[in-house]
């Protein structure tokens, strides 16, 4: 089942790589990452993964709490 | 002849009241709300309908341009659906609240002036704050107690904004206004945008929202995300378009939530979180101030109403079927709750923008007004946004809640209501995604010179999408709910605050304590030096106290003294 999704994304992100070279409109170009094929992938995959190793490290060095953390008063209604 | 949406929802607020619960009631609403919808989608073009004159000042309760319409019609259509959601309720003053809360936020919209405008959304504050004390949860009464502090402060500055702008010989009405903004900042605009930010809840001004509307009931949170911010959107559109504050403190929100969510566990809360990240794209388009971000900023609020309302419906079907809101307590419904599952699937594919669904052709607006606007920074740090919003709404909480490790939860049955509404907001979520002009012709500037689909920009979607979905799956034994909560900026004032009160009041307790001991010796010494006390007495005030007789005498004499030097 996993190795099924991992094949299908692999062969639709192969696909859209071949479609982003041969569509490719050099017009609607602003930046250079725009020219680049595949940059969407990388910035997905290196984005996916510094967000949440980023928000991880700060939630436990700063921001995470115990849940009772703002004590019993809070519980009445 | 036109008819206010908001009156009309007034009206079925009262009519809701005087109905006992019923199949009468729920035709009532569903019929009142609906009626509401028409009166928005029969609203006129450009012009001023419904003026009044009141203490001099013209006053416009109906001006309805393009703006004006496209939130009127998106506020009643959510009115709809939230109201077929919530048929099942039996509380009166439930559905009475949540109506007045939506007509207050039509009013909002409809306003052609800052005075009337203001009216409106203290009606809306108040209301929500009801909606909120609806909930039943053990944190609702302190958490409204705190939303009610922070709008009301809101409010104020909104109020104190507005005062000194009127009494400076400023025209309320918003056509005057846009001139005054243009011209650059002043007291006035930066008082009332903090109110209106408040609103809008960028931070750190946002607390208020993820403390209080997961606290709030099922059905009453689905109205809660649709009202208080997109009017606040609404009106930053208005009354101040074109701000590089607004800009990046737009991009800045699109981030923080992102990075709450990673670390939120309850379902509700996480959706909430990306309330605040959703509508950082709109205030950014805002700040961008271009006829084609103000657009994507309209666009895009429009489309968040349908999809967050779709979320949130969803996450309240998990809530209302097994009792639970924490993803560490949930796993594997989706085989239980498969409609519940699909429904909240087409919710979450249009906040993250898959192309066919609404949340594509909308937010896609506002990242490439940026990056035509020369906010090369704003493209990327909006893009990364997006990457947060696939990974929470489209990827954890459903991986945590429907698919992933099956608790063997049994979810009871749901009210047919609830789905059906679920229905009505994931089709009209792939309606617009597919049929875009419908949306795009409704914007306030046209003719919208923009096309959502083309190659270039479907593909990097998808890729970005692949991508994010990659790095999920690798790293998802790390984004598990953990049992614990995250400190905001409400904690400054949950914890420091309520200590210095209480301090204060301590201290203001001692100075009292000080005083008498102080004083009572301070008595018992002039007592002892004038010789009224008997020696060795313990000091009392009464030792010292001379006869009644005496005493009247003394002040006679007083008195008599200061009729005669004055009749001298």
Same mark, same amino acid.
């Given at each position: 089942?996993?190795?099924?999704?991992?094949?299908?994304?692999?062969?639709?992100?192969?696909?859209?790589?071949?479609?982003?070279?041969?569509?490719?409109?050099?017009?609607?170009? &602003?930046?250079?990452?725009?020219?680049?094929?595949?940059?969407?992938?990388?910035?997905?995959?290196?984005?996916?993964?510094?967000?949440?190793?980023? #928000?991880?490290?700060?939630?436990?060095?700063?921001?995470?709490?115990?849940?009772?953390?703002?004590?019993?008063?809070?519980?009445?209604? | 002849?036109?008819?206010?949406?908001?009156?009309?929802?007034?009206?079925?607020?009262?009519?809701?009241?005087?109905?006992?619960?019923?199949?009468?009631?729920?035709?009532?609403?569903?019929?009142?709300?609906?009626?509401?919808?028409?009166?928005?989608?029969? *609203?006129?073009?450009?012009?001023?309908?419904?003026?009044?004159?009141?203490?001099?000042?013209?006053?416009?309760?109906?001006?309805?341009?393009?703006?004006?319409?496209?939130?009127?019609?998106?506020?009643? *259509?959510?009115?709809?659906?939230?109201?077929?959601?919530?048929?099942?309720?039996?509380?009166?003053?439930?559905?009475? #609240?949540?109506?007045?809360?939506?007509?207050?936020?039509?009013? %909002?919209?409809?306003?052609?002036?800052?005075?009337?405008?203001?009216?409106?959304?203290? *009606?809306?504050?108040?209301?929500?704050?009801?909606?909120?004390?609806?909930?039943?949860?053990?944190?609702?009464?302190?958490?409204?107690?705190?939303?009610?502090?922070?709008?009301?402060?809101?409010?104020?500055?909104?109020?104190? =904004?507005?005062?000194?702008?009127?009494?400076?010989?400023?025209?309320?009405?918003?056509?005057?206004?846009?001139?005054?903004? #243009?011209?650059?900042?002043?007291?006035?605009?930066?008082?009332?945008?903090?109110?209106?930010?408040?609103?809008?809840?960028?931070?750190?001004?946002?607390?208020?929202?993820?403390?209080? /509307?997961?606290?709030?009931?099922?059905?009453?949170?689905?109205? &809660? #995300?649709?009202?208080?911010?997109?009017?606040?959107?609404?009106?930053?559109?208005?009354?101040?378009?074109?701000?590089?504050?607004?800009?990046?403190?737009? %991009?800045?929100?699109?981030?923080?939530?992102?990075?709450?969510?990673?670390?939120?566990?309850?379902?509700?809360?996480?959706?909430?979180?990306?309330?605040?990240?959703?509508?950082? /794209?709109?205030?950014?388009?805002?700040?961008?101030?271009?006829?084609?971000?103000?657009?994507?900023?309209?666009?895009?609020?429009?489309?968040?109403?349908?999809?967050?309302? *779709?979320?949130?419906?969803?996450?309240?079907?998990?809530?209302?079927?097994?009792?639970?809101?924490?993803?560490?307590?949930?796993?594997?419904?989706?085989?239980?709750?498969?409609?519940?599952?699909?429904?909240?699937?087409?919710?979450?594919?249009?906040?993250?923008?898959?192309?066919?669904?609404?949340?594509?052709?909308?937010?896609?607006?506002?990242?490439?007004?940026?990056?035509?606007?020369?906010?090369?920074?704003?493209?990327?740090?909006?893009?990364?946004?997006?990457?947060?919003?696939?990974?929470?709404?489209?990827?954890?909480?459903?991986?945590?809640?429907?698919?992933?490790?099956?608790?063997?939860?049994?979810?009871?049955?749901?009210?047919?209501?609830?789905?059906?509404?679920?229905?009505?907001?994931?089709?009209?979520?792939?309606?617009?995604?597919?049929?875009?002009?419908?949306?795009?012709?409704?914007?306030?500037?046209?003719?919208?010179?923009?096309?959502?689909?083309?190659?270039?920009?479907?593909?990097?979607?998808?890729?970005?999408?692949?991508?994010?979905?990659?790095?999920?799956? %690798?790293?998802?034994?790390?984004?598990? =709910?953990?049992?614990?909560?995250?400190?905001?900026?409400?904690?400054?004032?949950?914890?420091?605050?309520?200590?210095?009160?209480?301090?204060?009041?301590?201290?203001?307790?001692?100075?009292?304590?000080?005083?008498?001991?102080?004083?009572?010796?301070?008595?018992?010494?002039?007592?002892?030096?004038?010789?009224?006390?008997?020696?060795?007495?313990?000091?009392?005030?009464?030792?010292?106290?001379?006869?009644?007789?005496?005493?009247?005498?003394?002040?006679?004499?007083?008195?008599?003294?200061?009729?005669?030097?004055?009749?001298?």
């Amino acid at each position: 089942m996993t190795r099924g999704w991992w094949l299908a994304a692999a062969a639709v992100l192969a696909g859209s790589v071949v479609l982003e070279i041969a569509f490719h409109d050099a017009g609607h170009s &602003l930046y250079w990452w725009h020219d680049v094929p595949g940059f969407d992938f990388v910035y997905g995959l290196a984005g996916c993964a510094a967000i949440v190793v980023i #928000s991880k490290a700060i939630g436990s060095a700063w921001l995470q709490r115990p849940e009772t953390y703002f004590g019993e008063d809070e519980e009445r209604p | 002849m036109i008819a206010h949406p908001g009156f009309v929802l007034f009206a079925t607020a009262l009519a809701t009241v005087l109905i006992p619960a019923g199949v009468a009631r729920q035709a009532v609403l569903a019929l009142g709300a609906a009626s509401a919808l028409a009166s928005a989608a029969a *609203l006129p073009g450009d012009g001023v309908a419904w003026t009044a004159q009141v203490a001099g000042y013209q006053l416009e309760l109906v001006h309805a341009d393009a703006l004006a319409r496209v939130f009127a019609l998106i506020f009643t *259509l959510i009115a709809v659906i939230g109201v077929v959601f919530a048929l099942h309720v039996r509380r009166a003053s439930e559905h009475a #609240s949540v109506l007045v809360y939506a007509g207050a936020a039509v009013g %909002v919209t409809l306003a052609g002036d800052w005075i009337t405008a203001f009216v409106w959304w203290e *009606l809306m504050a108040a209301a929500s704050l009801a909606v909120i004390w609806h909930g039943n949860t053990p944190r609702t009464g302190a958490a409204g107690f705190r939303y009610l502090l922070v709008h009301a402060a809101g409010g104020s500055l909104l109020l104190a =904004g507005l005062v000194l702008y009127v009494a400076g010989g400023g025209d309320p009405s918003f056509d005057a206004w846009r001139t005054v903004w #243009s011209a650059g900042w002043s007291l006035p605009a930066a008082l009332m945008l903090a109110g209106v930010a408040i609103n809008a809840a960028i931070p750190p001004l946002h607390a208020w929202l993820t403390d209080a /509307y997961p606290e709030a009931s099922v059905t009453g949170t689905v109205f &809660l #995300s649709a009202f208080t911010t997109k009017t606040a959107v609404y009106l930053l559109i208005r009354a101040f378009p074109g701000s590089d504050l607004l800009l990046w403190a737009g %991009v800045a929100m699109a981030l923080y939530g992102v990075v709450y969510a990673v670390l939120e566990n309850d379902i509700r809360r996480l959706l909430a979180y990306h309330i605040i990240s959703q509508v950082g /794209y709109m205030v950014a388009g805002v700040g961008m101030g271009t006829a084609m971000a103000l657009n994507g900023a309209a666009a895009h609020a429009f489309c968040h109403i349908l999809y967050k309302a *779709l979320l949130l419906m969803g996450a309240g079907t998990v809530l209302a079927a097994t009792g639970r809101r924490n993803l560490t307590e949930l796993g594997g419904l989706a085989s239980r709750m498969p409609a519940a599952t699909a429904l909240y699937m087409i919710g979450a594919f249009s906040i993250s923008g898959v192309p066919l669904f609404n949340g594509f052709v909308s937010k896609s607006m506002i990242v490439s007004a940026g990056a035509e606007g020369g906010w090369p920074a704003v493209e990327l740090l909006l893009t990364l946004a997006s990457v947060g919003t696939f990974l929470h709404t489209g990827l954890k909480l459903p991986y945590f809640t429907f698919f992933g490790p099956d608790r063997g939860i049994v979810p009871a049955q749901l009210p047919r209501n609830m789905i059906a509404a679920m229905t009505m907001a994931a089709v009209l979520c792939i309606a617009l995604g597919v049929f875009p002009g419908w949306l795009y012709a409704r914007l306030p500037f046209l003719p919208v010179e923009y096309h959502p689909y083309t190659v270039d920009h479907v593909v990097a979607t998808v890729q970005l999408l692949i991508g994010t979905g990659a790095a999920f799956w %690798v790293l998802r034994r790390k984004l598990g =709910g953990e049992a614990t909560v995250s400190l905001d900026t409400d904690w400054f004032y949950r914890r420091p605050l309520p200590i210095a009160i209480d301090a204060l009041v301590a201290g203001a307790g001692s100075v009292g304590e000080a005083a008498r001991t102080y004083g009572r010796s301070a008595v018992a010494s002039f007592g002892r030096a004038v010789r009224l006390a008997p020696p060795g007495t313990v000091p009392h005030f009464d030792a010292y106290r001379r006869s009644i007789g005496r005493t009247v005498t003394w002040v006679l004499a007083f008195l008599a003294a200061l009729a005669l030097i004055g009749w001298l």
